[in-house]
């Protein structure tokens, strides 16, 4: 009698199994609806015969979760990285240019000054502050002042007095055809003019004897002979660079002397000859920067 039961009980349960094995539609003890997190996917489909297992998808969500955020993040971060810098270059661009045209502006209001001896105008480039006369000490003084002085065309003058000490003359050229420098026109005895130029945006000026042009990064405002008082008179004068393409103030040519200008030629011994040729014209340039 219980040999029977049990056969039968064994026989059942092999039924079960083998039912479970085979029905297509197995019931599960949670749906994807029911538990959230929880996927059915199928186990054996070359048998034709369904078995589904649930798989718990909880820490993959959660790692899918963090990767999803991680990346997010840094695409963020990049994006953000990528504005901010435009947004720096943005303003970097625009504080520059406020710098520029402001230094710009600045630069209008500074400058170098200089005299262009033997001409009324300035050199393209340069403002004409005011143009003049030059003026000096008597050639056979040996007192007074030994610069050359631009006279300006529209004096305000002081007080006639009986004191007595003239000695402010206008300069000629005393520069006769058997001394005048290669390539001078002749303007013996005529008056010297001179102008006041103002260079803007320069910092820098400087008077180069013995060159007609200027070293690089330098700007030639003129160029001519180098000039000053003759060695055998009283009054001793400076040096000055004559415009190449001097010009009279007028045309009175009247010898009336004064201050005077003659050429300066170079004289070998302390001077080294070469680089310097000896009895040569003095070359000159004012050059600015
Ligand atoms: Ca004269
Ligand atoms: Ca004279």
Redesign the pocket.
Known sequence: MYVEMGCIYIVHVVMFYFVLLTNPVLSATCDDKECPGVISMPLIDGVKASLKADLDTTDLNNHLKAYIEQHVKEGVQAAMKDVMKQLVDDGLEEANAIINATVKEHLKGIGVTYTRWGRKACPTGAELVYTGQAGGNHFDSSGGGTNYLCLPNDPENGQQQSYNNPELFGV?Y?IYSDIKPHGWRTMT?MEVPCAVCHSSGKSSKIIIPGRHTCYSDWRAEYNGYLMSSYKGHKGRNEFVCVDLNAEPFDNRSS?E?GA?LYPIRTKCGSLRCPPYTNSADVLCVVCTK
């Open positions: 000629e005393e005895d010898d002397n005077l």
